[in-house]
T-cell receptor, first 113, second 113 residues
Framework: GQSLEQPSEVTAVEGAIVQINCTYQ??????LSWYQQHDGGAPTFLSY????GLEETGRFSSFLSRSDSYGYLLLQELQMKDSASYFC??????????????FGKGTTLSVSS | EPEVTQTPSHQVTQMGQEVILRCVPI?????FYWYRQILGQKVEFLVS????????KSEIFDDQFSVERPDGSNFTLKIRSTKLEDSAMYFC???????????FGSGTRLTVV
């Protein structure tokens, strides 16, 4: 099976930088994804890392270290609208040909002014 | 931007009744999924569908659940005899690239009373 660990809550102020960590345990590895969810709405795809290193998309970056089974999402220049839940996810490795994602429990980010 | 559409947005049903949740995935996507999220908890995988058949399912997806793609556009989740613990937000998702970059619908909030 797989397991993912991420902090339950993070708080920060506008303009700051915040890092949300995710550690995972899987029998195989096919990449780490990040999704954002506002107030129980539709999760939206943020980023995907298959290889080690940093992927940057605007104010958001995502990092992966496969040797450490660890990744993080970095949010820069925080804005109030970034207040949301952030989920890391890995592919379900029970079925090697499968495409299902298994999500972590989510990190609630609260941005204050 | 293409969207995944789910109907209804809210459904209240009595315990033991059958419900059908409907989804219209993005038209050129090939992979379809149902997930659920109990209030305040993580997004849980139910089932994936590819090439007109179930490709994976979780332990949650027991004999009470079924999925169907009755035509070229709709993708439905049926719960035959609802239980109180089926109360959750149900999300449909689709992807053109498997586990990379799902697009989620806005969800159906199912309340079983």
């Amino acid at each position: 099976g797989q397991s993912l660990e991420q902090p339950s809550e993070v708080t920060a102020v506008e303009g700051a930088i915040v890092q949300i960590n995710c550690t995972y345990q899987t029998s195989g590895f096919y990449g780490l994804s990040w999704y954002q969810q506002h107030d129980g709405g539709a999760p939206t795809f943020l980023s995907y890392n298959a290889l080690d290193g940093l992927e940057e998309t605007g104010r958001f970056s995502s990092f992966l270290s496969r040797s450490d089974s660890y990744g993080y999402l970095l949010l820069q220049e925080l804005q109030m609208k970034d207040s949301a839940s952030y989920f890391c996810a890995v592919r379900d490795t029970y079925n090697q040909a499968g495409t299902a994602l298994i999500f972590g429990k989510g990190t609630t980010l609260s941005v204050s002014s | 931007e293409p969207e995944v559409t789910q109907t209804p947005s809210h459904q209240v049903t009595q315990m033991g009744q059958e419900v059908i949740l409907r989804c219209v995935p993005i038209s050129n996507h090939l992979y379809f999924y149902w997930y659920r999220q109990i209030l305040g908890q993580k997004v849980e995988f139910l089932v994936s569908f590819y090439n007109n058949e179930i490709s994976e399912k979780s332990e949650i997806f027991d004999d009470q659940f079924s999925v169907e793609r009755p035509d070229g556009s709709n993708f439905t989740l049926k719960i035959r005899s609802t239980k109180l613990e089926d109360s959750a937000m149900y999300f449909c998702a689709s992807s053109d690239a498997g586990a990379y970059g799902y697009t989620f619908g806005s969800g159906t909030r199912l309340t079983v009373v």
